[in-house]
């Protein structure tokens, strides 16, 4: 466990987020799955590669991650996952009702914070250059609104 997921989960309890860390194992599977399946450029998603995708980072940080949220709630059910990429070893697991606090948090650590579900419907994330991004993945899955 890295400093900051010491840090990450002092600030989850801080504001009485209820989480899980995720055994290893499914950890990696869902690091292989996302890197069998989602097209990257370079250490980023290529999101001008996925069908229906939105970026929310032009907007302030926290209006973006409530646009995010709203956006996640329309396709997600119980239980999201955030795992990162560099700054955070651990993967963590909250409940749905609890996912604008978490966004807020997630996005203070200066790492790639992807958020999603195990069965990788759809992927959201909130990179360290400030971009907040979403995208279904799956043709299944209801279509967006227009923001």
């Given at each position: 466990?890295?400093?900051?997921?010491?840090?990450?989960?002092?600030?989850?309890?801080?504001?009485?987020?209820?989480?899980?860390?995720?055994?290893?194992?499914?950890?990696?599977?869902?690091?292989?799955?996302?890197?069998?399946?989602?097209?990257?450029?370079?250490?980023?998603?290529?999101?001008?590669?996925?069908?229906?995708?939105?970026?929310?980072?032009?907007?302030?940080?926290?209006?973006?991650?409530?646009?995010?949220?709203?956006?996640?709630?329309?396709?997600?059910?119980?239980?999201?996952i955030f795992l990162g990429d560099s700054a955070?070893?651990?993967?963590?697991?909250?409940?749905?009702?609890?996912?604008?606090?978490a966004l807020r948090i997630f996005s203070e650590?200066?790492?790639?914070?992807?958020?999603?579900?195990?069965?990788?419907?759809?992927?959201?994330?909130?990179?360290?250059?400030?971009?907040?991004?979403?995208?279904?993945?799956?043709?299944?899955?209801?279509?967006?609104?227009?923001?």
């Open positions: 466990m890295s400093y900051f997921d010491d840090e990450l989960i002092t600030e989850l309890r801080s504001h009485n987020i209820a989480f899980n860390i995720l055994p290893e194992n499914d950890h990696a599977s869902i690091v292989r799955e996302i890197n069998e399946t989602i097209p990257f450029s370079g250490s980023k998603i290529a999101w001008s590669k996925l069908n229906k995708s939105i970026n929310f980072g032009g907007d302030l940080p926290d209006f973006s991650t409530s646009k995010m949220a709203k956006e996640i709630k329309k396709f997600a059910d119980d239980k999201i955070c070893d651990e993967a963590y697991c909250i409940n749905l009702e609890q996912l604008e606090d650590i200066p790492q790639h914070t992807y958020i999603l579900q195990k069965q990788l419907d759809w992927i959201a994330c909130i990179s360290f250059e400030g971009d907040i991004d979403f995208a279904l993945l799956k043709p299944s899955a209801p279509q967006t609104s227009a923001l």
